[in-house]
């Protein structure tokens, strides 16, 4: 089975509107934590946001927030105002152990 | 501080022969971990480790070796290359099992 899954493998947005990445996960450890990374056409991995399995409150950072639904074992991506530069590609990590699991990716276009 | 440093950026290797990816860090992160990105795969862990001295296997691990004589440093060998192990490699870090992990910008290779 997969450990992460990301159903949407390319996403459009207006200009200045919020979009919603979706990502779920799949594990029975009590403690995990679950990520997220941009990558540009450039290539590089940009960490956004992090949220841990126990942590009560959604991870915000800026304009990138993760809605953390731990009974439904999902943790989307809500990106507020999207810009230009958000043009990417979109990957849902998660630590489980000391092995870590991306998902497929999720490309964001976003439009003037 | 450069963070996460690889070498070479890009290579080109003939099926059977051997190389070495180097990656280095200098944040005195504890962490360090190889993955390879396949279009539509996403990243996937080759090897990782927990600190000097200590390596493990990740999910895709057959074809490469690794070893971890300091905090800072942690080769990706490739014995015997071959045409599969052509993808984009990555090394991260990370201060601790849990905490986000820093990638380095990534090596190309293509083994012919």
């Known amino acids: 089975a997969q450990k992460i899954t990301q159903t949407q493998p390319g996403m459009f947005v207006q200009e200045k509107e919020a979009v919603t990445l979706d990502c779920t996960y799949d594990?029975?450890?009590?403690?995990?934590?679950l990520f997220w990374y941009k990558q540009p056409s450039s290539g590089e991995m940009i960490f956004l946001i992090y949220?841990?399995?126990?942590?009560?409150q959604n991870a915000t950072e800026g304009r990138y927030s993760l809605n953390f639904q731990k009974a439904r074992k999902s943790a989307n991506l809500v990106i507020s105002a999207s810009q230009l530069g958000d043009s990417a590609m979109y990957f849902c990590?998660?630590?489980?152990?000391?092995?870590?699991?991306f998902g497929t990716g999720t490309s964001l276009t976003v439009i003037p | 501080n450069a963070g996460v440093t690889q070498t070479p950026k890009f290579q080109v290797l003939k099926t059977g022969q051997s190389m070495t990816l180097q990656c280095a860090q200098d944040m005195n992160h504890e962490y360090m971990s190889w993955y390879r990105q396949d279009p539509g795969m996403g990243l996937r862990l080759i090897h990782y480790?927990?600190?000097?001295?200590?390596?493990d296997q990740g999910e895709v691990p057959n074809g490469y070796n690794v070893s971890r004589s300091t905090t800072e440093d942690f080769p990706l060998r490739l014995l015997s290359a071959a045409p599969s192990q052509t993808s984009v490699y990555f090394c991260a870090s990370s201060y601790a099992r849990l905490e986000t992990q820093y990638f380095g910008p990534g090596t190309r290779l293509l083994v012919l």
């Open positions: 949220q841990g399995s126990y942590d009560e």
């Open positions: 990590a998660m630590r489980e152990g000391n092995q870590f699991y």
């Open positions: 480790s927990v600190g000097a001295g200590i390596t």
């Open positions: 594990t029975s450890d009590q403690s995990y934590g």
